[in-house]
């Protein structure tokens, strides 16, 4: 079977489906359209056939978008695929109106709602009406949390025989494996891995450990990831104080989650937010939003805490109640995180639920 994938990022593509991907190629052939970016050829140099396909990950702009149509429908007349499998919002709304125009089989994966959802207005109005279209004759909806496809069902944009929830990507439990807690109590050591953008609650997280670090708590923070938007004069500022480190993107997260005592992902949305499995899978324990998306990584008070979204105050209790907690504490809630990702998260079983519905 030709299974044609499209997508909207090297990255994510190559990090969160990878291992799904290599499960396709034992039998099938499989071609990818997305922008090129440095981790095409790791995915080339599986077996994947790349086709390059520009978008613009954000923001809707009618030219461009309208030219991202037509190259879907070449590339969907060219390759002429026995199934089509798209991931986010631009290839999952643009691409199966294109497999549903060109009668080919689709199946989406819905890895969040993005901002459009949030608010009643002109937009979300917009993109309801797209994803209704585009996703008519999908055979398979997938969902990574339960509330993203209830408000897909209520909204009448699926069927429920349409819909399957997975437990988001899944977390690769060899590659994350269980790391020794670090000893050394002193300075707390937060990480956030993400976009340096304000969607994922990097205000927040700016003035909760500031507070902190005005207050005398010794703590530190890493940031890891590129900017979405301008935050470097105040990433500067804060360095300069003393209390966080800049790292920018980072291809091999792994050294960082060892060295971290708490990851903290204070996001106002997600899919499923893919850190709070990587970081919980090592054997830290989590902070996060209580939101649909990151809250169903978190066990709260056993495995890590959740806080109000969007709520500085919420959040800066949690940071400090998680600072005056023993070693003991600390590592139990760690290890309470790993195993929850083995129960839920594996990656192994996520693969297999989603070949089982194609």
């Not at 089509?84 to 691409?95: A, D, E, L, M, R």
């Not at 709260?300 to 979204?309: H, K, P, R, T």
Request: aromatic letters at 12%.
């Amino acid at each position: 079977m030709k299974i044609l994938i499209l997508a909207n990022y090297d990255v994510g593509l190559y990090q969160f489906r990878k291992e799904l991907i290599q499960e396709l190629l034992k039998c099938n052939e499989v071609i990818i359209s997305l922008p090129y970016g440095d981790l095409v050829v790791p995915l080339k140099t599986m077996g994947c056939k790349f086709i390059d396909t520009p978008l613009e990950r954000r923001g809707i702009n009618p030219i461009t978008d309208i030219h991202l149509i037509k190259k879907y429908f070449t590339i969907l007349k060219s390759e002429k695929p026995d199934l089509v499998i798209s991931y986010t919002i631009k290839p999952n709304i643009y691409g199966g109106f294109a497999c549903r125009r060109l009668k080919i089989p689709y199946d989406m994966n819905i890895t969040g709602l993005g901002t459009a959802f949030e608010n009643d207005g002109i937009l979300k109005r917009l993109v309801t009406y797209m994803y209704k279209y585009s996703c008519k004759r999908a055979h398979t909806v997938y969902f990574e949390n339960s509330e993203n496809k209830k408000i897909f069902i209520d909204e009448r944009i699926v069927k429920s025989n349409q819909a399957c929830l997975l437990s988001g990507a899944g977390v690769n439990l060899e590659h994350y494996s269980l790391a020794e807690y670090p000893e050394k109590t002193e300075p707390v050591k937060f990480l956030f891995m993400g976009r340096v953008m304000k969607e994922k609650g990097i205000e927040e997280l700016f003035a909760a450990m500031d507070r902190l670090y005005e207050e005398g708590y010794k703590c530190e923070l890493d940031i890891l990831g590129g900017y979405e938007e301008n935050y470097e004069a105040a990433i500067h500022s804060y360095e300069n104080k003393g209390w966080m480190k800049y790292h920018g993107y980072i291809k091999d997260v792994r050294p960082f989650i060892k060295q971290a005592h708490c990851f903290v992902l204070p996001s106002w949305h997600e899919g499923m937010a893919n850190t709070n499995l990587e970081c919980a899978a090592m054997g830290r324990p989590v902070i996060t939003s209580n939101i649909h998306g990151c809250m169903e990584a978190v066990e709260d008070g056993v495995s890590g805490y959740l806080f109000e979204c969007k709520n500085v105050d919420s959040l800066y209790e949690k940071m400090k109640l998680f600072t005056e907690l023993s070693y003991e504490q600390r590592k139990n809630m760690g290890l309470a995180g790993r195993k929850r990702m083995e129960e839920i998260f594996d990656k192994k079983k996520v693969v297999a639920k989603t070949i089982e519905n194609l």
